[in-house]
């Protein structure tokens, strides 16, 4: 697991400002989502199945984002050129080794959505989110477990 206090403000802070998607409530979404989806960054690519990085996005939903929500965004192209030295997509792969770009490719995910993002001091809001949005209600993930798995993530 990472330190979460570094990982906080040196990877997740810094790559949502520089995405311009910075909140508190975008932050904690973020940690809360790895949490859950790598146990806090142990993981990088998922034990059998296809999903990668951080936040383990899957290849499909990777590419929906670049060919459904990137491409036709030029301003947000312009921001992952100039921030994440993104000339063009990517592959999938550059989730897993590179953080920044795997924060806001997540952070971009939370950005289709159009209901607000939940409040950063509310785990049972944040849980209810990313199981929408993120984690989808056919995925995996419970709610007792996601809890804990954050707090185990925050209270490191």
């Given amino acids: 697991m990472f330190n979460i206090n570094q990982f906080r403000e040196e990877l997740v802070k810094p790559a949502l400002i520089d995405l311009v998607a910075y909140s508190e409530d975008a932050l904690e979404l ?3 989502t790895c949490a859950n989806e790598s146990r806090g960054g142990t993981y990088l690519k998922q034990v059998n199945g296809p999903a990668l990085g951080i936040f383990q996005m899957e290849p499909e939903t990777y ?3 670049w060919q459904n929500y990137i491409k036709p965004k030029n301003s947000l192209s312009l921001l992952l050129l100039s921030n994440f030295s993104v000339v063009m997509m990517p ?3 550059r989730m897993v080794y ?3 770009y795997a924060t806001a490719m997540a952070r971009i995910h939370y950005m289709r959505v159009k209901e607000a993002l939940p409040p950063s001091n509310d785990v049972n809001a944040m849980w209810a989110y990313y199981k929408q949005y993120y984690n989808t209600p056919k995925g995996a993930a ?3 477990e996601a809890i804990d798995n954050y707090y185990q993530f925050v209270k490191r």
Avoid: C, G
């Fill in 30 to 32: 973020l940690v809360f």
């Fill in 63 to 65: 590419n929906d984002i």
């Fill in 91 to 93: 592959s999938e792969d």
């Fill in 98 to 100: 590179d953080l920044r």
């Fill in 142 to 144: 419970t709610k007792d």
